[in-house]
């Protein structure tokens, strides 16, 4: 059966919920403590981009699986203002924030797979998933 | 949840007990500042051991930290970063550089109290 967290981020105090129950979740679901830290690191960054960026968002993780393998998958949503030039935006040092700005090809680099959907005006949906290797 | 900050002769030894909040650790920030000035501190270690994760602005506040001390003339060194935070910082591209690390406490005081007779 599915497992599945909806975390609802408003401050940098969910930051620490959202992946203090996503490490617990993929623990849950067999990911070695190391797989569970990338994961956990992944959703301390995109938590942390809904807060500085659109204020408030959610996070929901849950088990996935298809026939030959399992893993996690994480959605990050927000109705955020949208990022104008996504291309610019997965380079690695481009940031809009003054912050260092490694925060989504450093995600990226996290997972098996990386999408990002944005539209100006109306927010930003990042999922990923990470398979069990 | 506030970081302990105990005093050891010319040292300052910060002990994280648990995840630290963006506001946690810019508490620590002002609080590590404000130490090493009233202490006169020549050396701080911040214990990292119990922290579960390592991200951009975690990595980005330690950095400061230590480059604060560093103009206060005093060193800081960051002991206990587990291997797998160690390993998805890596993988998330953020260093610490220019900041010394060392594996536990008990190195990281070796490592000042080296550098303080080196000096005298």
Known sequence: MPKSIRVQIHSDKDIVSARQEGRALALTLGFSHTDSTLIATAISELARNIVTYARRGEIRIRGIANSSRSGIQVIASDSGPGIANVRLALQDGYSTSGSLGLGLPGVKRLVDEFELDSTVGEGTTVKIKKWKS | ?120
């Open chain 2, 1 to 120: 949840m506030e970081v302990p900050v105990l005093k050891q002769g010319p040292f300052l030894i910060a002990t994280v007990q648990a995840a630290l909040t963006d506001d946690d650790l810019i508490q620590l920030r002002a609080a590590m500042i404000e130490r090493v000035v009233t202490s006169r501190s020549q050396g701080v270690i911040i214990d990292v051991t119990a922290m579960d994760v390592m991200d951009s602005f975690a990595s980005r506040t330690l950095r400061e930290i230590a480059q604060m001390i560093r103009l206060r003339g005093a060193d800081t060194v960051i002991v206990g970063i587990q291997p797998e935070v160690a390993f998805a910082m890596v993988q998330l591209g953020i260093s610490l550089e220019g900041v010394i690390t060392a594996l536990d406490l008990e190195e990281g005081l070796a490592y000042l109290q080296h550098k303080q007779k080196g000096v005298t």
